[in-house]
């Protein structure tokens, strides 16, 4: 291994959390950012919904945040949503700051162009802008071009990190948090990162299920780094399926936007017949978890292998200038949503939960920060409503870049590190028990901790994922680290933390449904689902 890489602040993850940190912290710090594959290779860039912001007069934050309160399910930290919706403003000035282009409508008599704002399910008000139905890719590739060119900030793609590290003194307590091993995906050996602070910005977790609207980084890496460095994590329980990936046997991962439904698109069953009346009265806008589930209950009810979504009553104009990508990529399938229903189904998107964070997105770790999907903030509660998580990524971004700054000056430099050694171990014998512990963690996460739950199912899944957990430790310890084994390890970790967090919330709530116990419990203060690492005391609160 060679020298180690010393800056101020060391990012891990380059979507729009990550790079909204390493942004504002590059005038005064040395920031290196920690990609997994290339810089754009995150959730941001697929994102197509948009950024819920309150930008209409006929809108207020009072009814964002109600909204957003609502569709938590009443477990929403109301400050957290106070706080991200009152800086939705300054978070989407600063995006155009870069030189983000959002959709704007035509020329008001005064020559100003207002944003052209969409509606998505859960929101009362049109107020997501949006960049036509490409919005993270807008987003991503813009913060991408800002970064690249910014002297301050140093660029490493096709690096993993294996894990975080902490001081320790001379007891061999551990204290801060100063730096992370990180695997050089192309020359395969482990890299030592020194830094004052250090960010976790890798996103969720979705790639635990088998099948995901998210890019293959989606692994839930900074959960299990964060968690192993003795971090709380909560609301793990809190899994979003999006109602309407796209069904088709050429198409990996490729969502249907729920603004196809906040523009008047209607799920149908293979026959032409609407069904979501039958489950909500606000029908297709209902919030995502109720129209998952009513799409697999029907899905199941008439063993069908997908439901439509037609928006083709629209003019066909209408269709290609809001939906251009959704268009041409399912015409690419010789799907014309102009003519016809986008076959669709359920599919895992959104980690709702993560690792516990105040509002400067600091974690139990001193020096150790979370933002984005990777931390659980309070704003998503039981339900992430739809386009409120880019705009959380932008607003505890900015948060925690500004508290990094406050006391970046009074950090001291990290200590000498011992260097990453595999002196010891052997080239990995047996790829096969990997892919083969992959399939199986991913299906039986899918088949027993999906949509719809059981206390059965959980207590099956908990015995799986315990025999995993020990393969993959022995496996760990013995043999030098790939990509495809530290992404297992990680996986397993985050799974078995879903399946912990699901076996301890006895009722249904928003996002997680059991039908051994299918009712709300009416307490008044429901409460968070929180995960300690045993043998890690809390560090006194500042």
Known sequence: MAAPLDFDVLVIGSGAAGLTVALQLAPTARVAVLSKGELADGSTMHAQGGIAAVLDAADSTEFHIADTLDAG????????????????????????????EFDRDEASANGEQAYHLTREGGHSRRRIVHAADATGREVETTLEERVRETPNIAVF?????????????????????????????????????????VVIATGGTSKVYLYSSNPDS????????????????????????????LYHPQAKSFLISEAVRGEGGKLRLPNGERFMD?????????PRDIVARAIDHEMKRIGADCVYLD??????????HHFPTIHAR??????????????????????????????RGRTDVPGLYSVGEAAFTGLHGANRMASNSLLECLVYGAAAAQDILERLPKMPPPPELPVW????????????????????????????VGIVRTTKRLERAKHRVDTLLSEIDEYYGAFRVTNDL?????LAMVADLIIRSAMSRRESRGLHYTLDFPHTDPVAAPQNTILVPQGFRLPAVD
């Not at 399910?73 to 000035?93: H, K, Q, T, Y």
């Not at 964060?226 to 899994?239: D, H, I, K, Q, T």
């Not at 039958?278 to 209902?286: I, K, Q, S, V």
């Not at 928006?311 to 290609?320: C, M």
Request: with cysteine; aromatic share 8%.
């Open 486 to 490: 530290l992404e297992l390890r990680n």
């Open 73 to 100: 399910a009443g477990l929403c930290d109301p400050s957290a949503v106070r706080f991200v919706v009152e800086n939705a403003r300054d978070a989407i000035a600063r995006l155009v700051g870069y030189g983000v």
């Open 311 to 320: 928006i083709s009553h629209q003019p066909a104009e209408f269709i290609t």
């Open 421 to 448: 050694d595999e002196s010891w171990v052997a080239e990995a014998d047996e790829q096969v028990v990997v892919a083969h512990n992959w399939d199986e963690l991913r299906r039986f996460m899918w088949d027993y």
């Open 218 to 245: 989606c692994t839930g890496d900074g959960i299990a780094m964060a968690w192993r460095a003795g971090c709380r994590v909560a609301n793990l329980e809190f899994m979003q399926f999006h109602p309407t990936c």
């Open 157 to 197: 793609e096709h690096f993993l990190a294996v894990d975080v590290v902490r001081e320790k003194d001379e007891r061999g307590r551990l204290g801060r948090c100063v730096g992370a091993y990180a695997l050089d995906r192309k020359k395969g050996c482990v890299e030592l990162f020194r830094a004052k602070a």
């Open 278 to 286: 039958r489950f909500d009265p606000r029908g297709e806008l209902a």
């Open 330 to 359: 399912c015409l690419e399938l010789g799907i014309d949503i102009t003519r016809q229903g986008i076959p669709v189904v359920p599919a895992a998107h959104y980690t709702c939960g993560g690792v516990m964070t105040d509002k």
